[in-house]
T-cell receptor, first 118, second 114 residues
Framework: SAVISQKPSRDICQRGTSLTIQCQVD?????MFWYRQQPGQSLTLIAT?????????ESGFVIDKFPISRPNLTFSTLTVSNMSPEDSSIYLC???????????????FGPGTRLTVL | AQSVAQPEDQVNVAEGNPLTVKCTYS??????LFWYVQYPNRGLQFLLK??????LVKGSYGFEAEFNKSQTSFHLKKPSALVSDSALYFC????????????FGAGTRLFVKA
């Protein structure tokens, strides 16, 4: 199984500023994703982080607001730009481990970054 | 586009009784189906998945789920609930026609009373 760490675990930020969240995986994985979750609510997919190319964003999410990098197979960052209180949420990094020939095909989640924007 | 519905916001069950958490889905191809659990202030934990094969899938902590293609359902079950099973449960679906995007249901909060 993949072990995922995220930094920071939580932060309180002022509106108009930006925060970069880091996601580190202990093994090379095929796919990496970023989700957003309001406490106690469902997960919403923000984007798929593609290695060496621009991320693929879901409807309602744009690169200017949520720039994503993925320089290699074990690391990704998500930046929340020009923050407003509506961005207060838990941001989750997720990886898909397909294993050899798709033998495992399991998606794992990081512990999340709890962001509060004042 | 794929979607998943969890019709119950909350399920209450007495300890020792069987529990069912319902999930229905919609995908264009053959579905990959998943259940995850989230305990308070903790991350999501994988419970079980259905990709192909037997319709009854067994997972962690004594949970199982039954894939029903005709009813497009994937209900989560456990024969005997524990108080420690109280948590938020998410059903998820992935369309295997080329993408790897997983969509989550709204979640069902399970309360197991002693």
């Amino acid at each position: 199984s993949a072990v995922i760490s995220q930094k920071p675990s939580r932060d309180i930020c002022q509106r108009g500023t930006s925060l970069t969240i880091q996601c580190q995986v202990d093994s090379q994985v095929t796919m990496m994703f970023w989700y957003r979750q309001q406490p106690g609510q469902s997960l919403t997919l923000i984007a798929t982080a593609n290695q060496g190319s621009e991320a693929t964003y879901e409807s309602g999410f744009v690169i200017d607001k949520f720039p994503i990098s993925r320089p290699n197979l074990t690391f990704s960052t998500l930046t929340v730009s020009n923050m407003s209180p509506e961005d207060s949420s838990i941001y989750l990094c997720s990886v898909l481990d397909l294993g050899q020939g798709g033998s495992t095909d399991t998606q794992y989640f990081g512990p999340g970054t709890r962001l509060t924007v004042l | 586009a794929q979607s998943v519905a969890q019709p119950e916001d909350q399920v209450n069950v007495a300890e020792g009784n069987p529990l069912t958490v319902k999930c229905t889905y919609s995908v264009s191809g053959n579905p990959y189906l998943f259940w995850y659990v989230q305990y308070p202030n903790r991350g999501l934990q994988f419970l079980l998945k259905y990709i192909t094969g037997d319709n009854l899938v067994k997972g962690s902590y004594g949970f199982e789920a039954e894939f029903n293609k005709s009813q497009t359902s994937f209900h989560l079950k456990k024969p005997s609930a524990l108080v420690s099973d109280s948590a938020l449960y998410f059903c998820a679906v992935r369309d295997n026609t080329g993408g790897f995007k997983t969509i989550f249901g709204a979640g069902t909060r399970l309360f197991v009373k002693a």
